[in-house]
T-cell receptor
């Protein structure tokens, strides 16, 4: 079955450091790919997405590119802030099955001043 | 729009008790889903619905029932609570118009079974 693997945390960075969180998927075909973020005590919210190969999703300074050849969707940010401290989840879904996300296990990011 | 709402926010149950977690959305989304979040496990799909009257099992359905009598509501029932069901439960909804539409999540219900 489909699975999503993301780098294990926790990740601790200083403010203004570069962030990469790796994510790979196993789904065949052309899944849609997502990064969700969960701030402490809250539900998940969409950070960015990509629906086809070579698409780049971006939001709030975060970026991720859909790489079909490596089945990857790595999350990057050039300069993190304390307010970026959260848990980040990579997820995919096949075709139009938007009710059926497969999630990675999540990566806890802590950014120190 | 209130988005996706869930009640209660917190609940403590004894083993063997039953209860219903409520979920409602006001975005007229066809798709709704229930997930549970456990430490180190990410989110796992319990049940989902693609429209009123239509439900199906996800990855971890045992011990849970759902029904969808209206577009807006999608309650999750625990039939006989067990300590293994201690978790945070999230309800989500999504537009059904095609690929790539995001799921909108509720704030979660933190359930403890003693």
């Amino acid at each position: 079955g489909d699975s999503v693997t993301q780098m294990e945390g926790p990740v601790t960075l200083s403010e203004e450091a570069f962030l990469t969180i790796n994510c790979t998927y196993t789904a065949t075909g052309y899944p849609s790919l997502f990064w969700y973020v969960q701030y402490p005590g809250e539900g998940l919210q969409l950070l960015l997405k990509a629906t086809k190969a070579d698409d780049k999703g971006s939001n709030k300074g975060f970026e991720a590119t859909y790489r079909k050849e490596t089945t990857s969707f790595h999350l990057e940010k050039g300069s993190v802030q304390v307010s970026d401290s959260a848990v980040y989840f990579c997820a995919d879904t096949l075709g139009g099955s938007n009710y059926k996300l497969t999630f990675g296990k999540g990566t806890l990011l802590t950014v120190n001043p | 729009n209130a988005g996706v709402t869930q009640t209660p926010k917190f609940q403590v149950l004894k083993t063997g008790q039953s209860m219903t977690l409520q979920c409602a959305q006001d975005m007229n989304h066809e798709y709704m889903s229930w997930y549970r979040q456990d430490p180190g496990m990410g989110l796992r799909l319990i049940h989902y619905s693609v429209g009123a009257g239509i439900t199906d099992q996800g990855e971890v359905p045992n011990g849970y029932n759902v029904s969808r009598s209206t577009t807006e509501d999608f309650p999750l029932r625990l039939l006989s609570a067990a300590p293994s069901q201690t978790s945070v439960y999230f309800c989500a909804s999504s537009y059904s118009g095609g690929r790539g539409y995001e799921q909108y999540f509720g704030p979660g219900t933190r359930l403890t079974v003693t």
